[in-house]
Nanobody, 111 residues
Framework: VQLVESGGGEVQTGGSLRLSCVVS????????MGWFRQAPGKEREMVAT????????QYLSTVKGRFTVSRDDAKNTMYLQMNSLKPEDSAVYYC?????WGQGTQVTVSS
């Protein structure tokens, strides 16, 4: 299984980014997919998870109302729409499916 993230970059406070994660390598159901992030010197933390058919979503409390996770299983892709970004959102964002992780995409929010 391969996971490839894209869409990271640098934005100013209040800006938006949309991350994508394309999953390939195995055509089996993936009931739960998730986005995690890790900032320098901090532990990796769960940002959002999503079940099949976009049901059962969960969010880190500090991103709730600003971030939206979604998935398109026909395209084997998961998304993370990030609005009203803050400097504390700066981190490497990782896509996760079962025991598999992507390489990460850097998000930097400048003040």
């Amino acid at each position: 299984v391969q996971l490839v993230e894209s869409g990271g970059g640098e934005v100013q406070t209040g800006g938006s980014l949309r991350l994508s994660c394309v999953v390939s390598g195995r055509a089996t159901s993936r009931p739960v997919m998730g986005w995690f992030r890790q900032a320098p010197g901090k532990e990796r933390e769960m940002v959002a998870t999503i079940g099949v058919n976009n049901e059962i979503t969960q969010y880190l409390s500090t991103v709730k109302g600003r971030f939206t996770v979604s998935r398109d299983d026909a395209k084997n892709t998961m998304y993370l729409q990030m609005n009203s970004l803050k400097p504390e959102d700066s981190a490497v964002y990782y896509c996760n499916v079962e025991d598999y992780w992507g390489q990460g995409t850097q998000v930097t929010v400048s003040s």
